[in-house]
């Protein structure tokens, strides 16, 4: 076999395994970081860091190891923090799922 022929399909090596789904329901994401650090953006801007340990319904959340950042700057550390849902503009996650 020369160099200008490429190999047969079976010494290929295999595809690349799909990137990390992203698709999937709010539900999903969410019970899936329950005990991960996640971030939690209120709609006055101020940012919640901490283990979310629980939430409802409703967007309640409950908060382990809590810092509370302004402008990116800690102003504060929590031990548990407890904010409710109709403050809540969104929540992601500040690690890998």
Request: proline share 10%.
């Amino acid at each position: 076999m020369d160099e200008s022929t490429p190999p047969p399909d079976h010494e290929l090596s295999p595809p690349p395994p799909p990137p990390a789904s992203t698709s999937g329901s709010p539900t999903e994401f969410l019970k899936g970081v329950v005990g991960k650090r996640v971030i939690v953006r209120l709609t006055s801007g101020v940012d919640y860091r901490g283990i979310l340990s629980c939430l409802d319904g409703y967007m309640n959340i409950a908060l382990e190891q809590t810092e509370e950042h302004v402008n990116g700057v800690v102003t504060n550390k929590y031990g548990d923090a407890f904010i409710r849902g109709n403050n809540v503009l969104y929540i992601s996650t500040a690690e890998e799922i």
